[in-house]
């Protein structure tokens, strides 16, 4: 089975540039998710998605942060105009369902897009 | 406001001993707990999980003890081996599957 897929690997931007980032999940899974990762800290959600629609995205800097899965598969991260801070890892993850016991609810995680803004 | 704390930043041990990381979290009403594990340049990959229910869970080589009126959870490693050695993530879940995690313990095992 395909993992989480996401690219690019590696990206560096000079501040108030833009970057898109883009994730294809684990083939059937309907929820996915996009977590930032500062270093030295764990994963932070920035916004889940149930197939196309949005369930949370209360941690997302909207105004410079969107994110879209506009049929319920592949989704795009991104960033305009960056900031310094914005310097992570950005993890997408997917999971066949939400809750549960078992594995259906268990969250896969991609390798992640490192982001460097200068 | 850190939900879920993980107090140890790294931890050193023997190949052969026994690895025990820790983690603290402040919300009863969280009803899942998770650890994952991650090597450099990956992403974090699921270890073992429990339920609120549950105060122990064994996968082989590790076992999670949840100890809910301390609000407390560890990971038992035993025994440790020189593989082990990656950032090792706990997390809770809340309701609608989302993972809140602590900041993670570095794991280094010495042959």
């Known amino acids: 089975e395909a993992g989480v897929a996401q690219s690019p690997r590696y990206k560096i931007i000079e501040k108030r540039q833009s970057v898109a980032f883009w994730c294809n999940p684990i083939?059937?899974?309907?929820?996915l998710y996009w977590y930032q990762q500062i270093l030295g800290q764990g994963p932070k959600l920035l916004i889940q998605?149930?197939?196309?629609?949005?369930?949370?995205d209360s941690q997302l800097p909207k105004d410079r942060f969107s994110a879209e899965r506009l049929k319920g598969v592949d989704s795009t991260l991104k960033i305009q105009p960056a900031k310094l801070e914005d310097s992570a890892v950005y993890l997408c993850?997917?999971?066949?369902?939400?809750?549960?016991?078992?594995?259906?609810?268990?969250?896969?995680f991609g390798e992640g897009s490192w982001l460097t803004v200068v | 406001d850190q939900q879920v704390k993980q107090n140890s930043p790294s931890l050193s041990v023997q190949e052969g001993r026994i690895s025990i990381l820790n983690c603290d979290y402040t919300?009863?009403?969280?009803?899942?707990f998770l650890w994952y594990k991650k090597y450099p340049a990956e992403g974090p990959t699921f270890l073992i999980s429990?339920?609120?229910?549950?105060d122990k869970n064994e996968d082989g080589r590790f076992t999670v003890f949840l100890n809910k009126s301390a609000k407390h959870l560890s990971l038992h490693i035993v025994p440790s081996q020189p593989g082990d050695s990656a950032v090792y993530f706990c997390?809770?879940?809340?309701?609608?599957?989302?993972?809140?995690f602590g900041q993670g313990t570095e794991l280094s095992v010495k042959p």
């Open positions: 993850a997917s999971s066949l369902e939400v809750s549960g016991q078992g594995n259906r609810h268990t969250i896969y």
């Open positions: 083939s059937g899974h309907a929820t």
């Open positions: 998605f149930q197939n196309n629609g949005v369930v949370d």
């Open positions: 919300n009863s009403m969280f009803d899942y």
């Open positions: 429990i339920s609120s229910i549950k």
């Open positions: 997390a809770v879940r809340l309701g609608g599957g989302k993972l809140i």
